[in-house]
C-alpha cells in the first residue's frame, strides 16, 4: 500500500548540531510539506514543495532548509538545533494543490 | 490574532451527547475549509471537508458561515472512540497555494 513515512521517529541532539528529519511518500505525490506542532500553536508550516527542485518558505522557516531531489523525498534540516525547535514534527503530502493532505505519522524531536 | 481560533476545550461529555465545536478564521478570502482529527501522539486525519451548504457525513454535520467567518462542527450520539483533538483548518487566501492554517484545535473527552 502506498504510504508516507518519517524518520526517526523521536530524536534527541544537542543544541548547535544539525538534524536532518526524513520524510518519503510512495503515492507519487507532486506536493510536500513540513509543519511542527507546539502546545498552543496548531500545526504551522515550515516550508513546503509543489515538485522536484521547487521548494518554498513557509511560516516558521528560520533554521530550517529542505531539498527536492526526487518526487519521493523531502528531508528537513536543522541546521544548528536550537532548544526552541524541539517539537514534534509532520510531514504531508498531496496529489495536487487543492487535494487533500496526508500526514506522516510524525518525528518527536528534543534538544537539549 | 492568530488566523484560525478555536476553544482549545477540553470538552467533557457523557457518551450519547451532542457536541458542537466552533471556529472563526480572520481571512474573508479563504477558499476552503475542513475539519481534522488527532487522535493523541498521531497525525492529523481529514475528518471533513465543510461546503457553504453544509454536509453531512453520519453523525457529524460541518456547516460555514462565510459572512461571519465561522465553521461549526456537530457530534451527535458521541461515542468513547470520538475522544480527540478536532482541529479546524481553513486553505488559501488567493490563488492555488494549496497550504492550510491549522487552528490549535479543540480537545473532547467522551467519558462512559
Known amino acids: 500500500d502506498a504510504e508516507i513515512t518519517q524518520s526517526p521517529r523521536h530524536k534527541i541532539t544537542e543544541t548547535g548540531r544539525q538534524v536532518t528529519l526524513a520524510c518519503h511518500q510512495t503515492w507519487n505525490h507532486n506536493n510536500m510539506f513540513w509543519y511542527r506542532q507546539d502546545l498552543g500553536h496548531g500545526l504551522r508550516l515550515i516550508h513546503y514543495?509543489?515538485?522536484?527542485?521547487?521548494?518554498n518558505k513557509g511560516e516558521v522557516s528560520d533554521g530550517y532548509s529542505v531539498s527536492r531531489s526526487n518526487t519521493e523525498d523531502l528531508p528537513l534540516t536543522l541546521e544548528s538545533a536550537a532548544s526552541s525547535q524541539t517539537s514534534v514534527y509532520f510531514c504531508?503530502?498531496?496529489?495536487?494543490?487543492?487535494?487533500?493532505?496526508?500526514f506522516g505519522p510524525g518525528t518527536r524531536l528534543t534538544v537539549l | 490574532r492568530k488566523e484560525v481560533e478555536q476553544d482549545p476545550g477540553p470538552f467533557n461529555v457523557p457518551e450519547g451527547a451532542t457536541v458542537a465545536f466552533n471556529c472563526t478564521y480572520s481571512?474573508?478570502?479563504?477558499?476552503?475549509f475542513f475539519w481534522y482529527r488527532q487522535d493523541c501522539r498521531k497525525e492529523p486525519k481529514l475528518l471533513m471537508s465543510v461546503y457553504s451548504s453544509g454536509n453531512e457525513d453520519g453523525r457529524f454535520t460541518a456547516q460555514l458561515n462565510r459572512a461571519s467567518q465561522y465553521i461549526s462542527l456537530l457530534i451527535r450520539d458521541s461515542k468513547l472512540s470520538d475522544s480527540a483533538t478536532y482541529l479546524c483548518v481553513v486553505r488559501g487566501y488567493s490563488g492555488n497555494t494549496g497550504k492550510l492554517i491549522f487552528g490549535q484545535g479543540t480537545t473532547l473527552q467522551v467519558k462512559p
Open positions: 504531508a503530502s498531496s496529489s495536487d494543490r487543492q487535494d487533500t493532505q496526508y
Open positions: 481571512n474573508s478570502a479563504s477558499q476552503s
Open positions: 514543495s509543489y515538485g522536484v527542485q521547487d521548494t
